[in-house]
């Protein structure tokens, strides 16, 4: 008998594979990361999808069992297309944590991960992304994305069953067989599960769209590849220059006084705690001082009670309030492929300078003059990358002395210049409410017991409101404290300051915390803000606007409901450019630029 041929040794198991025995192929191991997702990080899902049904129903659990059925299908699906066994573990490792994530502030403060809102995730500022981190959201994720993962860790992934036996190319083609059939199978169960509930599902659907985008982690997945093609497509080609016919008004060439016109976009402050705007608490005193004061003088002070802002989020509402289309034809892409209101008045001569106190200018200020509070590192004002907003005009008194000074020796005085200075505030951003006012002043820290945590859990709805109203004194006192440097120089330079925030925030109400839901459907408070303006008294004269015109006609602006639309067109007028991108109607001073046109009363 001839000796039997030699066999392969069998390959020593690695210590873990002698404990557990853990096998798995890469169908098998698709099916049971989809089922894990859908029972682990899509609770918001189900929540708003059964919101008002009936549980003694029996078609309210058929209905969940479709929906269940149909989200597992889903992801089953989706990772079919791409899953390999070469990257299998590390892409379900990625979804895991990410699912878990998602799931967890989904659930906390009631968000929406669409294009916008990842796109808002992905631009945050480190310090503002160290402040979400809590010990609940680490107690989550150790949970849902942890112990999965330790799990992951000790699976062998085996050839599927397709690959034991035969020649190379039939062993392939029977892989490709049974991921074929499972792909097949993903979709026949995802078509039946939304035929069997169709009619409820296809109205559930069509009145609240954005619940797809609490689908985890397709919700991720969709609005990540969304974000990237968008960027890309924006950075393969330049901003679009747009005001190319803007030129400087008549008023320019008769001024005798510099110009500065101080634009403070604020962060998350909502009209409805503006205490300018009849809120039970006095959360403005020191402008309210101010709009008493100047009721009866020469300077020009109002209030707007009625604004809407263009988004919830910074990365939308900052872009748009600088376009000249806004929130009624708004249109993302043709926004951020746009040069803005700043290169505008950049190309008419104004010096433009952006400084920022938040997580950058969105595109608003490319390529144009500007810093970074952190950078100046104002004494007393900054810890740990972190910056009051009174670092903003910490150095106002000596940017305003500047413009002043004479000019080289035997030039005479400087010529005066047109000056749009804008200051991006950290104003409310939450969820750290409580970081926003200096710690050492007690004046902020007049509504009380207010919040200490980052985490929102940790505190009741009464200590949520009491942060959030004394971070709102603080920008009360920034920006009264930037009015009060102006006025001071009201005899040497003619001065304006615009207050708008740029969306608003939601503290509890029906379970929602913080911003950035679909505009579609995010409640009033995340959408209202406050705006206030204040102005010199040469101010009129020095853009060519009649006397006494101007405290009548922004009154009665701001008797009207107004929004961010108007922001662009009222910055032109404000700094007197003329272009064919002005829309008089969107124009708060619009009345006073009739009264003054050729051959009507001065």
């Not at 190379?168 to 939304?194: E, I, K, Q, Y």
């Not at 902020?444 to 985490?455: E, G, H, M, V």
């Not at 300051?497 to 925030?505: F, M, T």
Request: net charge positive; with cysteine; charged share 15%.
């Amino acid at each position: 008998m001839p000796p039997s041929p030699p066999t392969s040794p069998t390959p020593r198991a690695r210590p873990w594979q002698r404990r557990l025995g853990l096998e798995a192929s890469v169908e098998q191991l698709i099916v049971l990361a989809a089922l894990f997702w859908t029972l682990s990080a899509n609770r918001p899902f189900f929540n708003a999808a059964l919101k008002g049904r009936d549980l003694g129903d029996v078609s309210a659990w058929g209905f969940a069992a479709a929906l269940m059925l149909g989200v597992l299908a889903l992801h089953v699906l989706l990772l079919a297309l791409v899953a390999h066994r070469w990257w299998i573990k590390p892409l379900l490792a990625l979804l895991t944590v990410a699912s878990a994530l998602a799931g967890y502030y989904m659930g906390a403060f009631g968000i929406y991960l669409d294009p916008s809102m990842l796109r808002n995730v992905l631009h945050t500022h480190p310090g503002e992304a160290r402040e979400l981190l809590s010990g609940e959201m680490a107690l989550h994720l150790l949970l849902y994305a942890g112990l999965p993962l330790l799990l992951l860790w000790q699976v062998r992934v085996r050839p599927g069953a397709g690959w034991r036996g035969g020649g190379l190319g039939r062993r392939v083609g029977r892989a490709m067989a049974v991921r074929l059939g499972l792909l097949l199978l993903a979709l026949a169960l995802l078509l039946g599960a939304v035929m069997a509930v169709f009619q409820p599902l296809a109205s559930l659907m069509r009145n609240h769209r954005e619940l797809r985008y609490l689908i985890t982690p397709a919700n991720l997945v969709w609005s990540l590849g969304a974000v990237v093609a968008a960027d890309a497509k924006g950075a393969a080609q330049p901003r679009q220059p747009i005001g190319l016919d803007v030129a400087p008004g008549p008023s320019w060439a008769g001024r005798q006084k510099p110009l500065v016109v101080l634009l403070v976009v604020g962060e998350t402050a909502r009209a409805a705690n503006w205490g300018l705007n009849g809120y039970a608490r006095q959360t403005t005193p020191e402008l309210a001082a101010l709009l008493q004061a100047s009721a009866g003088g020469p300077t020009v002070m109002l209030n707007f009670p009625q604004v809407t802002a263009c988004g919830t989020n910074t990365e939308t509402s900052l872009p748009c309030m600088f376009a000249p289309i806004g929130r009624r034809d708004y249109d993302d892409g043709r926004i951020r492929g746009q040069q803005s209101l700043l290169h505008v008045a950049a190309r008419a001569g104004v010096d433009v300078h952006w400084r920022d106190n938040q997580s950058g200018c969105k595109g608003v200020c490319d390529g144009l003059p500007g810093d970074t509070v952190s950078a100046q590192n104002a004494p007393g004002l900054c810890r740990d990358g972190n910056c009051l907003d009174e670092g903003l005009i910490a150095d106002l008194d000596q940017r305003l002395q500047a413009l002043t000074r004479p000019g080289p020796a035997g030039a005479g005085a400087a010529p005066p210049g047109t000056h749009l200075w804008v200051l991006h505030m950290l104003g409310n951003h939450g969820p750290a409410y409580h970081r926003r006012v200096p710690t050492a002043a007690p004046g902020f820290a007049r509504f009380q017991p207010a919040c200490s945590s980052d985490d929102l859990r940790l505190c009741t709805s009464e200590q949520i409101v009491n942060a959030y109203d004394n971070a709102l004194l603080y920008t009360d006192h920034v920006l009264a404290s930037a009015i009060a440097k102006l006025q001071a120089r009201a005899g040497e330079i003619d001065t304006a300051l615009v207050y708008v925030s740029d969306h608003g925030e939601s503290l509890g109400e029906r379970g929602l915390y913080l911003h950035g839901l679909p505009y579609a459907i995010a409640p009033d408070v995340q959408k209202q803000v406050p705006m206030v303006a204040w102005f010199s008294p040469g101010l009129a004269s020095a853009i060519g606007l009649p006397a006494g015109c101007l405290k009548p006609t922004l009154q009665q602006a701001a008797a009207r409901p107004l929004a961010h639309d108007h922001l662009f067109h009222t910055l032109l007028s404000l700094l007197d450019l003329r272009t064919a991108l002005h829309a008089p109607d969107y124009d708060l001073l619009a009345p006073c630029r009739s009264a003054a046109a050729p051959g009507s009363p001065r």
